[in-house]
């Protein structure tokens, strides 16, 4: 019989077992293919992989949790499952590497890429956290996230820019942080970065 759909957007992953079951190609293949419900018969031919193969990986996946029953079927006198992937797209979380986790107060350079991308690694480990505490109590994660894209006709401007960026900061944190009791603390990160494009321009470039 059918069941609702219940597809994540993005699912975190921080159990080591659970990568190493998706770490295959052909089981993230298995997975694209399941974005919509389909059976072990109808992958069999879209994958041309033979139905004991393919059914082997499909009861790992499942037992993992990345595939679900989404409904049953009589045909020619026998239960066809029709199963579907559990979420659209996976993020291992950082937190996997233990005391190898890049820490931005391990970083000297605050204005490398290496700096970056150490903030980025602690804002994934730590929103994955609050997102597993929330679920837990049953409370919404109270969250901002905002992006553009801006194009600098010289590194002069870009400097401007973050310089002016980083005046506006200190402004609005200076107006509303509040130490009283009660309050709760927020973390705002910002960064940026070229924008990756599918040719090369000149402009584009550090």
């Not at 994540?8 to 079951?21: C, G, I």
């Not at 970083?107 to 290496?114: E, W």
């Not at 602690?122 to 956290?129: A, D, N, S, Y």
């Amino acid at each position: 019989m059918p069941t609702p759909p219940a597809t994540d957007e993005v699912r975190f992953l921080d159990d080591p077992a659970r990568v190493a079951a998706l770490l295959s190609p052909l089981r993230r293949r298995i997975l694209e293919q399941l974005a919509e419900p389909d059976s072990a018969a109808g992958l069999s031919r879209r994958l041309d992989l033979p139905r004991q193969k393919l059914n082997y990986h499909l009861r790992e996946l499942e037992r993992a949790g990345f595939v679900e029953l989404a409904e049953t079927r009589r045909r020619r006198g026998c239960v066809e499952r029709r199963l579907r992937a559990t979420a659209r797209a996976y993020l291992i979380s950082p937190a996997l590497l233990g005391s190898l986790t890049a820490e931005p107060e391990q970083v000297r350079d605050r204005f490398s890429s290496t700096y970056l991308l150490a903030v980025a690694s602690r804002l994934i480990r730590e929103v994955t956290t609050l997102r597993r505490r929330a679920a837990r109590t049953r409370h919404k994660l109270p969250t901002l996230t905002m992006q553009t894209d801006v194009r600098f006709r010289s590194p002069a401007e870009r400097t401007a820019f973050a310089e002016e960026l980083a005046e506006a900061m200190a402004r609005l944190a200076a107006r509303y942080h509040d130490d009283a009791p009660g309050s709760r603390a927020f973390r705002f990160v910002v960064g940026g970065h070229p924008v990756i494009t599918t040719r090369e321009d000149p402009e584009d470039t550090p």
